[in-house]
Nanobody, 124 residues
Framework: QVQLVESGGGLVQAGGSLRLSCAAS????????MGWFRQAPGKEREFVAA????????NYADSVKGRFTISRDNVKNTMYLQMNSLKPEDTAVYCC?????????????????WGQGTQVTVSS
């Protein structure tokens, strides 16, 4: 079992930056694809970004491409999401996930383990 805990969320003005962390425990995440998803009130869960086990490959939603950067440190068993040029529409609960399945990394089905989420609020 893998336990995931997100941190780093908060309130920021539009144009600002935040760095989210996803700390894993229970077992190493070094063999897992990792992803970030977000869910705003009244909306469905949305894919944000994913990174493969080595960090050599990543994938972003069009809405965050060029503004967000996903990374990981397998030694620290932690994944990150650097969010720059934040917009009010980025406001959501951000959750990290880990998995190793055949599903597309953009699908929640690709992930077996999920964190509880951290709130990100961007004011205009």
């Amino acid at each position: 079992q893998v336990q995931l805990v997100e941190s780093g969320g908060g309130l920021v003005q539009a144009g600002g930056s935040l760095r989210l962390s996803c700390a894993a425990s229970g077992r190493t995440i070094s063999t897992y694809t990792m992803g970030w998803f977000r869910q705003a009130p009244g909306k469905e869960r949305e894919f944000v970004a994913a990174i493969n086990w080595s960090g050599g490959w990543n994938n972003y939603a069009d809405s965050v491409k060029g503004r967000f950067t996903i990374s990981r440190d397998n030694v620290k068993n932690t994944m990150y999401l650097q969010m720059n040029s934040l917009k009010p529409e980025d406001t959501a609960v951000y959750c990290c996930a880990a998995g190793n399945t055949v599903w597309s990394v953009r699908s929640p089905r690709a992930y077996d383990y999920w964190g509880q989420g951290t709130q990100v609020t961007v004011s205009s």
